[in-house]
């Protein structure tokens, strides 16, 4: 991209920081799956490839909270969002959640696996593209985690998720696919919608990685899938 017309750099205010400390406390205590790293790692890598990817103010406090409401907080949590940081960052923390408990039913379970993935990626059919930003750099972090673990800890790596692994591969392949779909879709040059990512050839950029992070996973656990 010729730097004439790159997109304006993001610029940080105090709801950032706001929003930082928001999912510092959310996440306190929590770790990633299977290992000693404290989770907050996850939403602050994901804001990271957000804000390398065109994103702006709002899509990258919505990436630093995209987990926030889906992993316990509810729609308690997400009606908090929307009066700290606004109307667009709640709606994108919503559409990047597969799973919202009403009050009073956070401790109970989710829905079954399958359904709740079919759901999610059927709702990506019709995300804006600032849902779509913030969910393609959540789910490249995710693969490549999967990605490296894998080759550190091998078949063990299927014992931390609530799906073998042909299901894993299949979502993370789904995704690519609807992903893909919506890149395809959208003309070069102009965003999804009004309110959406000024830049959406980062959007792309980050499509295209997943593909081939995804790409790496399924040749590498082929044997798993197959067992």
């Given at each position: 991209?010729?730097?004439?017309?790159?997109p304006a750099a993001a610029t940080l205010t105090g709801r950032f920081t706001r929003a930082l400390e928001v999912a510092r406390r959310a996440h306190?205590?929590?770790?990633?799956?299977?290992?000693?790293?404290?989770?907050?790692s996850h939403p602050l890598a994901v804001t990271?490839?957000?804000?390398?990817?065109?994103?702006?103010?709002?899509?990258?406090?919505?990436?630093?909270?995209?987990?926030?409401?889906?992993?316990?907080?509810?729609?308690?949590?997400l009606d908090a969002i929307r009066a700290e940081f606004g109307d667009r960052v709640a709606d994108i923390v919503l559409g990047c959640s597969d799973h919202v408990a009403e009050p009073g039913e956070v401790d109970r379970p989710k829905a079954e696996w399958r359904a709740r993935k079919d759901a999610y990626l059927e709702h990506f059919l019709t995300a804006d593209r600032s849902v779509l930003l913030v969910a393609a750099a959540d789910k490249l972090h995710n693969a490549?985690?999967?990605?490296?673990?894998?080759?550190?800890?091998g078949s063990l790596l299927w014992q931390r998720f609530n799906a073998g692994p042909a299901d894993v591969l299949w979502y993370f392949r789904s995704l690519v696919a609807v992903l893909q779909e919506s890149v395809?879709?959208?003309?070069?040059?102009?965003?999804?919608?009004?309110?959406?990512?000024?830049?959406?050839?980062?959007?792309?950029?980050?499509?295209?990685?997943?593909?081939?992070?995804?790409?790496?996973i399924d040749l590498m656990t082929w044997p798993d899938q197959n067992a």
């Amino acid at each position: 991209m010729d730097q004439s017309t790159q997109p304006a750099a993001a610029t940080l205010t105090g709801r950032f920081t706001r929003a930082l400390e928001v999912a510092r406390r959310a996440h306190d205590g929590q770790l990633r799956k299977g290992t000693r790293i404290p989770y907050l790692s996850h939403p602050l890598a994901v804001t990271a490839l957000v804000l390398e990817h065109g994103a702006d103010e709002d899509e990258a406090i919505a990436a630093l909270l995209h987990d926030v409401v889906e992993d316990g907080g509810g729609r308690g949590a997400l009606d908090a969002i929307r009066a700290e940081f606004g109307d667009r960052v709640a709606d994108i923390v919503l559409g990047c959640s597969d799973h919202v408990a009403e009050p009073g039913e956070v401790d109970r379970p989710k829905a079954e696996w399958r359904a709740r993935k079919d759901a999610y990626l059927e709702h990506f059919l019709t995300a804006d593209r600032s849902v779509l930003l913030v969910a393609a750099a959540d789910k490249l972090h995710n693969a490549r985690s999967i990605r490296d673990d894998y080759q550190v800890h091998g078949s063990l790596l299927w014992q931390r998720f609530n799906a073998g692994p042909a299901d894993v591969l299949w979502y993370f392949r789904s995704l690519v696919a609807v992903l893909q779909e919506s890149v395809e879709d959208q003309p070069p040059g102009t965003p999804a919608a009004p309110d959406a990512t000024p830049d959406p050839t980062g959007y792309t950029r980050l499509v295209l990685e997943l593909r081939r992070v995804v790409g790496e996973i399924d040749l590498m656990t082929w044997p798993d899938q197959n067992a």
